[in-house]
């Protein structure tokens, strides 16, 4: 049908008005064809002038009707002007109705697209009931990012946001890497660690090492510094080695970052303290636990084998961070 935009999309409501409106369009169209083809049978009879447009025409007719017979000049022309304003009254508001009608049509197309463009919004509805001082606002407007149609005072904080997860994404990849960063910084600082090579009496001695470094690293350092003094020492291997904290044997792939971060607990006292101190109060107090840390022990796994059911190889167990030490305890299993 003409006058509806290709693909348009609306009411039913919308549709019936709309071939109202071209139906009413057609007649007038037909009647002023009507009109236009009785001048044009008058054009050859004598008589007043024919005019060239269709209102002169029109007028014409209409004049000649008016002055059937003998007439005053001053009723001649007095017919004549009342004759023309009126038709030209008519005419303007036929042009108006046209022109309202078209813009009526104009403004549905419009609708429509901004309907299309905001359907994902729940006040899409708005454009079908809004007055005519919303109709005078159509106009697109530039938001922010050059978003149509947001409303601000909609929530959608939960709608998917694929700049908001970049920019969220950006700042967690920032803070893993610095975190990274302080990570690694803190596993190279040094740590001084106090330690025994057993060999069923204490050899007490003290050995640098980093907060990053695994007990195998260190045991192979105490290796070498022990290699001097004792023969067995030298001959044996780092796998045969054995550190002992607390009272539990930490497995070589453990390191010393671990323990410290996880602030793990043993038997007898803290897996994070290695150096050697004493709980020093001068007033006991059984509901506060006792601030102590004992030397780590450095012995050889056939020592070990050959004396785990004398104290104080008794009380040794394999490290398992799993397992919760709730009190520590310096006798007993």
Do not use: C
């Amino acid at each position: 049908m003409s006058g509806m935009g290709d693909g348009y999309v609306g009411t039913a409501q919308d549709a019936v008005r709309i071939r109202r409106l071209e139906k009413q369009r057609e007649a007038e169209r037909r009647k002023i064809q009507e009109l236009k083809a009785k001048t044009a049978s008058a054009k050859g009879q004598p008589g007043l002038l024919q005019f060239g447009s269709s209102t002169s025409e029109i007028l014409e007719t209409a004049f000649k009707k008016e002055t059937v017979g003998l007439v005053t000049r001053e009723e001649y022309v007095e017919k004549r002007v009342n004759i023309r304003n009126k038709i030209e009254e008519e005419e303007k508001e036929k042009l108006q109705k046209l022109q309202q009608e078209e813009e009526e049509l104009q403004l549905q197309k419009r609708r429509k697209r901004k309907i299309r463009g905001n359907s994902r919004l729940s006040f899409s509805d708005d454009f079908e009931n809004g007055s005519d001082e919303d109709d005078e606002n159509l106009e697109p407007k530039k938001l922010g990012r050059g978003k149509l149609g947001k409303d601000p005072t909609v929530e959608t904080s939960f709608l998917p946001d694929s700049e908001r997860e970049a920019e969220e994404q950006a700042e967690r990849e920032r803070l893993k890497r610095q975190w990274l960063r302080e990570q690694e910084q803190i596993r190279n600082e040094p740590l001084e660690i106090t330690y025994s090579y057993w060999d069923g009496a204490g050899h007490r001695r003290v050995m640098q090492a980093r907060k990053g470094d695994t007990i195998g690293e260190f045991l192979r350092a105490v290796q070498q510094q022990l290699a001097p003094e004792f023969r067995e020492i030298r001959t044996t291997s780092v796998e045969n080695l054995l550190y002992v904290k607390e009272d539990l044997i930490i497995p070589h792939q453990h390191s010393f970052y671990e323990l410290i971060v996880n602030k793990a607990r043993g038997k007898s006292g803290p897996l994070f303290h290695f150096d050697v101190h004493e709980d020093v109060r001068t007033i006991a107090d059984a509901t506060i636990e006792k601030d102590e840390s004992h030397a780590g022990k450095v012995v050889e796994r056939h020592w070990y084998e050959k004396n785990k059911h004398i104290f104080p190889a008794s009380r040794w167990e394999i490290y398992d961070p799993t397992k919760k030490w709730e009190r520590y305890t310096i006798h007993g299993d």
